[in-house]
C-alpha cells in the first residue's frame, strides 16, 4: 500500500481542522443560546417575585378592608332601624281627631300606636322586630295644619298641635313631628332629601313613605322605584289610595295604619254644609230621597233595595271608621248625638256606600218582628247580606 502524499495529509489536516472550528462554533452558539436563556429565566423570576410581592401586599390590604367591614357590619346590625317618613301636611296622613285633641297626652298615645302597628308591620316584612329601632320624621306647617284640622272637625277647638307634637316628640327618643313652617316647597324638600339620604344607609333595614297622595312626588320617587333593591326596601304609607301616577311606578310593598291617620273622605266640602240650630244638625245636601220608597215582596214583606256597592271596596272600612252620623247624612237631619256631623255630604256613590255601612245594622222594628214602614229608615230589613252588587 502506497503511504499517503503528503498533499494528501495537509488536506487532510486542513478537513480536520475545519469540522473542528464548525464545532467550537456550534459550541461558541450553544453557550451564547445558554447564557441568553438563563438571562431570560432570571429576568421572569425576578419579575415573578415582585408580582408575588404586590399579591401579598394586596392580600394584607384585602384582609384589612375585610376586618373593618367586618366591624362596621357588626356595628351597623347593633343599631338597624326602620324610617318612618312623613309628608304630615297631606290629607291622608293626618292624626286620628282622638289624638290630635288631646294635646300632649293625644301625642304620647299617638307615638305609642305609631311605634306598636310600625312593629306590627315589620314582623310582617321578617324584619328582625325586636332589635330594630324606629325612628319617625314628619313634616308639616303647624299653624296651617292646625288652622285646617280646626276647621273641618279632625280637632277640638281649643287643642294645639304644638302641644301635640311635644307629647309625641317626648314619647319616643326617635320621633320628630317637626314644624316647617309656612311654605308649599318646604316639607317637600325635607321628605325628599331625607328620604335620598336614609335610602342609601345600609343600617336603614326599610322605610315607611307617607308620601304617596300626591303627584308631585312621583317623578321624585320613580327613581327609587327603578332600582329593584331600593325599591324592595320601601314601602308606601297609603290611606284611602295611593296617586295613580305614583301607583304606577311599580313599588311593591303598601300598607294602612287605619289606628293612627283619621280616613279620609272622597269629597271634602265647606264645613258651612253642616247646619246647626238649638235642636240638632240640619244636612241640606242630603240625598235622602233615595231612601225611599219602602221596597215590599209578594207577601208584603219589607225587603231592601240593592245598591250599587262593592262590598270589597276599601272605601266601606274608611266610612266605618269615620264614625258619620247615618241620621245626619243619610236621612239629613240629626237630633245631636256624638258622631262626626261635620264633613261635607255625598255624591250618590258615596251616599250608597254608607248607606250600605249603616245596613249592617238590623232595623229595630224588624227585630222586634214588627213592620217598618218609614221610607227613610236606612237600617237593615231582610236578614242575610246587605244587598251590594259587587260592581260598582
Ligand atoms: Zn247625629
Ligand atoms: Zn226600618
Known amino acids: 500500500m502506497a503511504t499517503k502524499s503528503l498533499g494528501h495529509v495537509v488536506d ?60 362596621l357590619t357588626r356595628s351597623q346590625n347593633g343599631r338597624a332601624f326602620v324610617l318612618v ?13 282622638k289624638f290630635l285633641s288631646k294635646n300632649e297626652g293625644g301625642g304620647k298615645h299617638a307615638a305609642d ?15 328582625d322586630a325586636t332589635n330594630t329601632e324606629v325612628i319617625v320624621k314628619a313634616y308639616a306647617d303647624f299653624k296651617g295644619l292646625q288652622t285646617a284640622c280646626l276647621k273641618n272637625g279632625k280637632m277640638k277647638n281649643g287643642a294645639s298641635l304644638s302641644l301635640f307634637a311635644h307629647g309625641f316628640n317626648q314619647r319616643q327618643g326617635l320621633f320628630d313631628f317637626v314644624d316647617i313652617g309656612a311654605g308649599k316647597e318646604g316639607v317637600d324638600n325635607k321628605v325628599r332629601e331625607c328620604l335620598s339620604f336614609f335610602v342609601g344607609n345600609w343600617q336603614c333595614k326599610h322605610i315607611v313613605l307617607g308620601a304617596c297622595h300626591d303627584s308631585g ?100 272600612n274608611v266610612l266605618r271608621g269615620s264614625k258619620l252620623c247615618y241620621y245626619y247624612y243619610l236621612r239629613g237631619r240629626c237630633q245631636g248625638c256624638d258622631m262626626n256631623h261635620t ?9 250608597d256606600c254608607l248607606w250600605y255601612v249603616a245596613r249592617e245594622g238590623m232595623c229595630r222594628k224588624i227585630e222586634k218582628g214588627e213592620d217598618c214602614d218609614d221610607p227613610k229608615c236606612f237600617y237593615r230589613h231582610e236578614i242575610g247580606c246587605q244587598k251590594g252588587s259587587g260592581t260598582v
Open 85 to 97: 317618613l312623613i309628608d304630615a301636611d297631606a290629607d291622608d296622613y293626618i292624626f286620628h281627631e
Open 113 to 127: 300606636e305609631l311605634h306598636a302597628r310600625t312593629k306590627d308591620y315589620l314582623r310582617l316584612l321578617n324584619v
Open 343 to 351: 264633613p261635607p255630604p255625598f255624591k250618590a256613590r258615596e251616599f
Open 12 to 71: 487532510d489536516y486542513r478537513a480536520r481542522h475545519g469540522r473542528f472550528k464548525d464545532i467550537a462554533v456550534e459550541k461558541d452558539d450553544m453557550i451564547s443560546e445558554l447564557i441568553e436563556q438563563l438571562e431570560k429565566s432570571r429576568l421572569e423570576c425576578r419579575q415573578k417575585a415582585l408580582d408575588l410581592e404586590s399579591e401579598r401586599a394586596e392580600r394584607r390590604r384585602h384582609q384589612g378592608r375585610v376586618e373593618e367591614l367586618e366591624t
Open 217 to 316: 312626588y312621583a317623578s321624585f320617587l320613580g327613581k327609587f322605584a327603578a332600582d329593584v333593591s331600593t325599591r324592595d326596601r320601601i314601602t308606601l304609607l297609603y290611606n284611602n289610595a295611593i296617586h295613580p301616577r305614583i301607583a304606577a311606578l311599580g313599588f311593591q310593598k303598601t300598607v294602612r295604619l287605619d289606628t293612627v291617620f283619621a280616613p279620609r273622605l272622597l269629597v271634602e266640602l265647606p264645613a258651612s254644609a253642616t247646619v246647626f240650630s238649638g235642636n240638632g244638625y240640619t244636612n241640606p245636601f242630603t240625598l235622602s230621597e233615595r231612601l225611599g220608597p219602602v221596597l215590599r215582596d209578594t207577601e208584603g214583606k219589607r225587603i231592601d233595595k240593592k245598591l250599587k256597592v262593592d262590598a270589597r271596596t276599601s272605601y266601606l
